[in-house]
């Protein structure tokens, strides 16, 4: 492979954003799904080969964030809403942004995790606070893996369209 070739370069490029957008869902300061649609896009417009097929790939990737997008915000949203008063959310957001500064890496979570437990605990007493607070996470966690989802689906379709370009 000549990297002095602008469609390799443009292919490995791409490849990276998606690979880092699948691995940045993870992470919460990393916007994951927009990096790894980007990546088509970089790919879609730069890219060399055939044009149907890459404006194809693009749509399809499109598709396939948008419904990552709404999915992640509705189901685990309703869920969510069954279980843990907007109260418990807010001062879960709160805390998990203050841990975020105090405790690199891990405090956004610790600080959601300890916001909500904490309303929970005054609302509903010791013993019933801690299963609210589970299943927040639990919504939490289907949020992410809905978009990490959506992230493996751009970066199969990225591959299938390379194969077909």
Excluded at 11 to 29: C, Q, R
Excluded at 33 to 51: H, K, Q, T
Excluded at 65 to 71: K, N
């Amino acid at each position: 492979m000549d990297l002095s070739d602008t469609g390799s370069t443009v292919n490995i490029l791409a490849g990276l954003l998606i690979a880092i957008g699948a691995i940045g869902v993870m992470l919460p300061v990393i916007p994951g799904l927009l990096l790894s649609w980007s990546g088509v896009l970089l790919w879609a417009l730069l890219g060399s080969g055939s044009g149907g097929v890459r404006w194809t790939v693009l749509g399809v990737a499109t598709l396939i964030a948008g419904a990552g997008l709404v999915i992640k915000f509705l189901w685990p949203g309703k869920k969510l809403r069954n279980t843990v008063p907007n109260s418990a959310l807010l001062a879960g957001g709160v805390l998990g942004l203050i841990g975020f500064f105090v405790v690199p890496v891990v405090g956004l979570v610790l600080g959601f995790v300890l916001g909500i437990w904490l309303v929970e605990v005054n609302r509903l007493g010791s013993e019933r606070a801690w299963p609210s607070t589970r299943s927040a996470i639990a919504a939490v966690g289907l949020s992410l893996l809905v978009e990490f989802a959506a992230a493996l689906g751009i970066a199969v379709v990225w591959v299938v369209g390379l194969i077909l370009s």
